[in-house]
């Protein structure tokens, strides 16, 4: 659709990839920006094609990756089901790499009051997320959610994002882990590397929680779990994981 696979058969090869690593459930995900223009009906086109090239082994959901402007803002309070997954409530939202809108809790309340659930996506990827640790936490307290991308758990996006990953882990703000898949090499869509290091550094349960149940969520519009003491555990010391 516009920065992730180029052909029909490129994508194909990226389902068939994401398949072979466990994926069960796939949500489709083109930008809504000042580059690329969203279109549903295009993109229920390009679905359809891709399921007839894969012939049901991977179920396909059509969602977005929702940039904060002005218009954007305007048309999904409008039009609250045009680019949530699977046409329900949650909505992935994807900063800006220059700048974080002062009033973004605002803006966050505004979608919500309209019946969508903001998803912030890849937080621990955005240099200037990064600095803002605090109102981060505030805005999932004010009902946001976070899903962190697989392969920053296991270090392909850099030192910084790994770290802000597990701070973000460490303080209960993390609801999901998606691949973020763009291509078959550098950015594949692959999920059974980040859910083995989650059983590995954390439990099986939260692997469950942040890479199953939450994400099956936001495909039927269920509620999603908020982690808690009880269900999000500690971090293992280095010396349990090792030994």
């Known amino acids: 659709m516009d920065d992730g696979s180029k052909t029909l058969e490129q994508s194909i090869e990226m389902l068939k990839m994401a398949v072979a690593a466990g994926t069960t459930d796939l949500v489709c995900t083109p930008h809504a920006n000042s580059n690329y223009t969203f279109d549903p009906a295009v993109i229920h086109d390009r679905l359809r094609e891709l399921e007839a090239g894969i012939a049901g082994a991977v179920k396909l959901y059509a969602g977005c990756d ?87 758990l296991t270090g392909d996006f850099g030192r910084k994002a790994a770290e802000f990953a597990r701070t973000l882990l460490d303080r209960r703000l993390v609801h999901f882990i998606a691949s973020d898949g763009h291509d078959l090499q550098h950015r594949p869509p692959k999920m059974d590397e980040a859910h083995a290091w989650l059983v590995k550094n954390y439990d099986e349960r939260l692997a469950s929680l942040l890479c199953v149940e939450n994400p099956r969520a936001t495909l039927s519009g269920d509620r999603v779990h908020l982690p808690g003491e009880d269900e999000y555990p500690k971090p293992k010391k280095w010396y349990q994981v090792w030994r």
């Open 66 to 152: 929702f940039h904060l402007s002005y218009d954007n803002i305007q048309d999904a309070i409008t039009h609250p089901r045009k680019y949530t997954i699977n046409g329900n409530c949650y909505l992935l939202v994807e900063f800006s790499d220059l700048m974080i809108f002062r009033n973004t809790g605002e803006i966050f309340g505004r979608l919500q009051e309209a019946g969508m659930i903001p998803i912030i996506t890849h937080p621990e990827r955005n240099a200037l997320l990064q600095l803002r640790l605090e109102e981060i936490t505030q805005w999932v307290e004010e009902g946001a959610l976070l899903q962190v991308t697989g392969q920053s």
